[in-house]
């Protein structure tokens, strides 16, 4: 799966949110040969509250992802000990038709941080080949999949200083 991220245009994408996910993301190590993050994901039900669904941690070696998961205390006790603040955004999954006949739905999300990047939104689409044809919504703007500073391990740096 390849994904592409973009900045997000507009607040039109709420016309069609559905509960989403809490995630809690903190990095042990933001080293680009080896990125160790940890994170919690809450399911967030049709009243708001939250049910923890996993905690895990991943690694990235590149070319390989490695991902594990470990029990939701020891998420909490590793992301006290992250370097960063932790991230903290709600992820809304939209499933939109192409203009294609025949052609799947695409896949595409909005992550609304909150704490102290309240504020700032991302848009992005799941893609089975990185050739594949986008058909994005409207709220979709500029893309910045290659942009470091919209990196998730990135993006506490980015954001503090401006």
Sequence with gaps: MVERTFLTKSSSWRNFVQP???TTLGYLSKDPKRQVSVEIVEILGRDASPHVAKAQ?????PPKVFNYLIP????RELLIGCADSPLSYTKYMFGISPRTFGA????WYVKEFTG????YVLTGVELKEPSEQ????DWVGTEVTED????LYNLGEFLIKG
């Design 20 to 22: 989403g996910e809490l």
């Design 57 to 61: 941690i991943t690694i990235i070696q």
């Design 72 to 75: 939701i205390e020891e998420a």
């Design 104 to 107: 799947d739905p695409q896949v």
């Design 116 to 119: 102290p990047y309240i504020g």
């Design 134 to 137: 986008i058909f994005p919504p």
């Design 148 to 151: 470091p500073k919209y990196q």
